[in-house]
Structure formats: structure tokens, C-alpha cells
């Protein structure tokens, strides 16, 4: 799953990046340019809006459908890594790992209830549109389809806009109480490297408050969350007696074991070659950014806070410090032990955590389910939702290959995602 591309062009799960949204949203254009009738709005006769617009939803229907069909056939040869590559495959072949169906037809549909999409004479189905769509399938596969058993959220712009906090008039709280209600495991997994609880606090005291004070859950479902900072290095639980509502868990309780083969020497060894080729981009660039050194993390963060670095030269950063160790020996042991990485951009500043959002995911999957099969939360019945789905620059990329995702622009958007997802998960109990 190495599709790259822009900012809200991606969706969930294995369609990834660019290539394979820009096929969909190709595949899209021919009803459209046959069936739009934007002369409609200047002719009332020859024919009916009504009519044109029914077609056009028949066709872009009739498209999902068809790649929903090429879907299931992929998933069938991805089973069996012997067989030849699907058809999907050959038709983009970025596409990656699905672990769910997804009825893409029924999610389209239900957008275009919502959206017109069919009803728009000049303006195409667009990224967001096929975004929104995908993001709806995959809450079908994972509710009406299948069961929920865990639910992960990015912290910025996820939850709350980018440096604020999660306050308790945020519409988004009540909305993650009703799924610990329905005893839905909670894990927030965030890039913010605090090893205090009193920060995490700071950013999320309106869940966490609401989560102490709720009559609606029980002392177990209030252990029902976690936040997982620094992609993969920090977990703190839930503890109603602690001053700030959170407790840090020793790294031998939850680490697993490929982690915990990480040596410190290889970290350091990484987070070396990591800080020179900063300070590298810092005097090539003339970026206006200062150097921050963590245990677990190294970053640049503007020089001065009424200062914002352009995003092309934070992209820049994270594109040559993501070359430079990948091609280095940092971070390797000698057993050929490589120390994985996330280099991406913060929307302010460019950090290098040690791990990336897969293995933060992976263990609020393990920490809530165990290791048992029987007990093991899957990646079919994980959702990860988050801001940041490019292959350079972002860190929710990488938990595509651990679990079902789903991708917001907003926490305006989380909120209509976590409507809809509690919407299925009702229509299933019923």
C-alpha cells in the first residue's frame, strides 16, 4: 500500500492514494459527461432534470457496483499469494490489502442522499465525494457487516483543530461516550511524545472529565480507553483515582515483541542520522525552525510560535529525512534489525517518532483483546480514523496495514462520521 497523493484525496483501508482515486473518479466522469445536461439551466425543453439526474444515479450506482464485484474478486486472490493478480490489481496496481468487503454501492447511494452528487450538472463526483462514499462503506463493513470491536482516533484536526484541545463542549465527546456505552474499545493515538499524564490531560480533559463523570458508564467501560502518544511509545490508561484521570503503563506491560526487540542503541543510532539530516534541511532551507530532541522523537518546531514554516518546505523535510534514513544504516542492528520510523509533517512542524501508527494501533488491538486467538481484536474490526492518509508526510497512513480506516478533513467531519457509524451499529442491533 504505497499510493501517494494530496491532501483529501484518499479514503479508507486499501485504496490508498492518488492512483486508485483517480481511477474511480475517472471511471465516474463518463455518466457524468453523458447525463449532467448542464443546458438545463438555460433550456427547459427536449428533456427532465428529474430524468437526467436518475440516469446519472443509475450509471454512477452501476460503477460502484461493478468495482465493488472487482473488490471481492481481489480479495479472493489476495487469500492465495500463488494465484495470478487480480483484475483490480492489474488495473491499479498501488492498490493494496483489504480486509473487509465494502458496499460501495449501498454507500453511494446513501451519499448521494446527502450529497446530490447525481443531481449536479457542472461540477464532476470529486475526491471528496469518492472519499465520503469509501468512508461509508467501510462503516458498513465494519457494523451492519461485521462487529466493531475497537475504534482509534488521530488527535489533531481528528478530534479537535490543529494545536487546540478537546473541550467538554465538543460535539465529539458524547459521541465516543456512546460508543464505550456500547462497550466499542477506545484508543487515542496520537503523535503528541508527553511522558506526563498532566499534558494529555491538558489536550483531552473534556473526554476524560465527561468519561469520569458519566452515569452512563459502568467502572468497566470506563477502562474502555487509552491514549497512545508519540505514535507507538506512550500508553496511559484510564484511572478515575489518579489527579488527571490518566496512568502511565510500564512499556514491559504492553509492548510487543517485535518492539520490544527495538534496541536503545539502534534507536539513538537513528535518531542521530534523523537530527543531522534536520539540521541540514534547517541551513539548506533557511527554515526559521529550531531543533527538539526527545527520548523517543526528534523535530524541528518554528523558532518563533507567531512564525508558520511553508508547507512546501515542511514537505521538503519530511521527504529528504525519510530518503536519508531509509538509505542510512542508522536504527540497524546487526541481526538486520531495522528500527521502524514515521517521518511526517504537523501542519507547524516535522517530527521523526521511533515506530509509526501501525504498531500504536496494533497495541491498543493487543492491550484490549490479548494475544489468544480467540481474544485477538482483528483488523477487520478496527477502525482507525484520522486526517493524515499520504504515504510522505503523514503518520495515520501506516495504519492502514493493521486495520480498517476512514479519512476526515475535520473534527466537523468526525462528528457526521461517528453519526453515521452509530446509525448502522443501530440499524444492525435492530
Not at 324 to 339: A, P, Q, W, Y
Amino acid at each position: 500500500m504505497s499510493d501517494t497523493g494530496t491532501p483529501y484525496e484518499d479514503r479508507t483501508a486499501a485504496f490508498g492514494g492518488t492512483p486508485s482515486m483517480k481511477w474511480i473518479k475517472g471511471l465516474l466522469a463518463v455518466p457524468f459527461v453523458l447525463y449532467s445536461q448542464p443546458t438545463g439551466v438555460f433550456e427547459t425543453n427536449g428533456f427532465s432534470i428529474t430524468q437526467t439526474s436518475g440516469e446519472a444515479h443509475r450509471r454512477y450506482a452501476e460503477i460502484m457496483r461493478d468495482i465493488e464485484v472487482m473488490i471481492d474478486d481481489h480479495i479472493t486472490h489476495q487469500s492465495d499469494a500463488t494465484r495470478v493478480p487480480s483484475k483490480l490489481k492489474l488495473l491499479v496496481p498501488t492498490i493494496g490489502t483489504f480486509f473487509t468487503r465494502l458496499p460501495l454501492e449501498a454507500a453511494f447511494k446513501f451519499q448521494d442522499r446527502k450529497r446530490y452528487i447525481s443531481s449536479r450538472r457542472f461540477v464532476s463526483p470529486s475526491f471528496n465525494d469518492v472519499r465520503l462514499v469509501l468512508n461509508s462503506a467501510q462503516l458498513m463493513a465494519v457494523t451492519t457487516h461485521g462487529t466493531l470491536r475497537l475504534a482509534t482516533f488521530d488527535g489533531d484536526v481528528t478530534l479537535y483543530d490543529d494545536g487546540e484541545s478537546l473541550l467538554p463542549s465538543s460535539p465529539v465527546v458524547p459521541r465516543i461516550l456512546d460508543l464505550m456505552r456500547k462497550n466499542v474499545k477506545v484508543g487515542i493515538v496520537t503523535a503528541a511524545g508527553y511522558t506526563t499524564a498532566d499534558r494529555y490531560y491538558a489536550r483531552l480533559h473534556g473526554l476524560l472529565d465527561a468519561i469520569a463523570g458519566s452515569p452512563a458508564l459502568t467502572p468497566p467501560q470506563r477502562q474502555n480507553l487509552v491514549i497512545m502518544g508519540g505514535e507507538a511509545n506512550y500508553l496511559f490508561e484510564f484511572s478515575p483515582a489518579s489527579p488527571h484521570l490518566l496512568a502511565p503503563v510500564p512499556r514491559e506491560r504492553w509492548l510487543t515483541a517485535d518492539m520490544a526487540s527495538w534496541s536503545d542503541a539502534s534507536i539513538a543510532a537513528l535518531l542521530d542520522v534523523a537530527e543531522a539530516a534536520l539540521r541540514d534541511c534547517i541551513k539548506n532551507l533557511n527554515l526559521p525552525a529550531a531543533l527538539m530532541r526527545k527520548d523517543r522523537a526528534v523535530g524541528i518546531i518554528p523558532s518563533d510560535p507567531k512564525v508558520r514554516i511553508p508547507r512546501e518546505s515542511l514537505e521538503e523535510t519530511v521527504l529528504v529525512v525519510q530518503k536519508i534514513l531509509e538509505l542510512s544504516v542508522g536504527g540497524r542492528d546487526f541481526d538486520n534489525k531495522v528500527v521502524p520510523f514515521c517521518a511526517f509533517n504537523g501542519g507547524r512542524d516535522v517530527f521523526v517518532d521511533i515506530g509509526d501508527k501501525s504498531w500504536g494501533v496494533a497495541v491498543c488491538q493487543k492491550w484490549f483483546g490479548g494475544d489468544g486467538d480467540a481474544d485477538r481484536i482483528k483488523p477487520e474490526q478496527t477502525l482507525h480514523v484520522g486526517d493524515q492518509f499520504l504515504s510522505a508526510g503523514s503518520n495515520d497512513f501506516k495504519a492502514r496495514s493493521v486495520s480498517t480506516t476512514a479519512w476526515i478533513a475535520s473534527p466537523a467531519e468526525t462528528v457526521e462520521l461517528l453519526d453515521e457509524l452509530a446509525d448502522f451499529m443501530g440499524k444492525k442491533l435492530s
